[in-house]
């Protein structure tokens, strides 16, 4: 019998007993309850609190609520054992019968408006992130353009992806990571679970995380930057409020361009690297560079994509290209050319946020970038070895 098997026993054997004493030991409202036979519609949470001692807990009046509340061993035990492991194992990720990758869609969508469920509020929300996940950096580059710093509180996951997904430093110590400070969650995939014990879908960052509701508000990048732009105006100086990274004259052509390079570019070089075939790699690669061509032309004598002006179309765009030299002509095989030396303007422009901008230097870890996908992705890189260069991984202005 496995340790493990003998503790489950012994907490179903010790349930049992606790509903023949008086007091019985009763959840209270901290916990999330869960009914004998079942589990309750409110899912448990392994780290809201810790465990404690029976009596010094909360008891109810009828014996009836006193039973409903126990907490059911069986429960326990099925909840720790369930596998999840295809949706935090990248290396269980499975691509299309023709070898090409679909990437899955974002699952929590909600947005945070007044008078709505989520209100917005300061230190209610909290975002988690990852320094190497480039839609977790559109987020902080947002967040510290509009001044969010001190209204979203945010924790850095570590860069190592492995078998349970995104972990935090409790359990994988890596330079910038932290642990979570508000259940001290050991990965990513805690969250989602305990926002929804059934979710179904993949552990990803970013998360938007609702303290008031202990739960998942968004984790869908391209929404969360337009709730950062414009929802938390009225908390913060009319300076920063003042700033609009989806102005509505300038709607239509972001958005035009966001349609055709989030797929290509943004996406078109996970579709080049995950590829499982010849035919779905090439298709993909070429789309990379005939749409980085097009952003050459676009970029051409200009500082931003539209107008006069940064925008989010800058941000979705700017945090592939960032990457690309150090990981992407490698790692997943977009080696026709390089930014820094097949494409000066995107390069310069580029540099032009790097260095000018803190929002965007101070968003931008290489060593979790290349780290974290060297690492993480076995079925491309079985070493794990992380490769030196390019050096710099930036050049200066």
């Known amino acids: 019998m496995s340790r493990i098997t003998q503790i489950l026993g012994g907490l179903e054997q010790w349930s049992k007993v606790q509903l023949l004493r008086k007091p019985t030991f009763a959840v209270p409202d901290r916990f999330h309850s869960?009914?004998?036979?079942g589990i309750n519609s409110r899912a448990l949470s392994f780290t809201t609190?810790?465990?404690c001692h029976p009596d010094s807990l909360s008891t109810h009046k009828t014996p009836q609520k006193q039973a409903s509340q126990v907490i059911s061993a069986r429960n326990i035990a099925q909840m720790a054992t369930k596998d999840v492991t295809s949706q935090s194992d990248i290396t269980k990720m499975k691509t299309e019968p023709d070898g090409a990758f679909k990437r899955a869609a974002a699952s929590f969508r909600n947005t945070i408006e007044k008078g709505g469920k989520f209100e917005p509020e300061a230190d209610r929300y909290h975002l988690y992130v990852s320094l190497a996940c480039p839609w977790a950096t559109r987020t902080l580059i947002v967040r510290k353009l509009k001044g969010l710093e001190d209204i979203i509180p945010v924790t850095v996951v570590s860069p190592h992806m492995g078998t349970h997904g995104w972990p935090f430093a409790s359990v994988d110590k890596f330079p910038g990571a932290g642990v979570d400070p508000l259940y001290n969650s050991e990965h990513v995939k805690d969250l989602y679970l305990k926002a929804d014990p059934d979710y179904s879908g993949r552990f990803t960052v970013p998360v938007l995380w609702d303290k008031k509701n202990h739960t998942i508000v968004n984790n869908e990048s391209s929404e969360i930057i337009r709730i950062f732009n414009a929802t938390f105006n009225h908390l913060i100086p009319e300076s920063k409020a003042a700033l609009?990274?989806?102005p509505a004259k300038h709607r239509a052509e972001i958005d035009s361009l966001n349609e055709w390079i989030?797929?290509?570019?943004?996406?078109?070089?996970?579709r080049s690297g995950f590829a499982t075939s010849q035919e779905a790699y090439q298709t993909a690669v070429a789309e990379v560079f005939e749409s980085l061509d097009k952003v050459e032309k676009i970029l051409t004598g200009k500082d931003y994509l539209v107008g006069n002006t940064l925008t989010e179309a800058d941000i979705r765009l700017w945090v592939t290209i960032i990457r690309f030299d150090p990981v992407y002509v490698g790692h997943f095989k977009c080696n026709f050319r390089t930014i820094r030396d097949g494409y000066p303007a995107i390069h310069k422009w580029m540099q032009k946020l790097y260095w000018n901008s803190d929002a965007f230097k101070s968003s931008t870890d290489f060593d979790h970038i290349k780290t974290h996908y060297y690492w993480s992705h076995p079925s491309i890189n079985p070493t794990r070895i992380v490769p030196a260069g390019p050096i710099p991984a930036i050049k200066p202005l």
């Open 34 to 37: 869960y009914r004998l036979g």
């Open 49 to 51: 609190a810790p465990w």
């Open 244 to 246: 609009d990274y989806y």
């Open 262 to 270: 989030y797929p290509s570019i943004n996406n078109g070089v996970y």
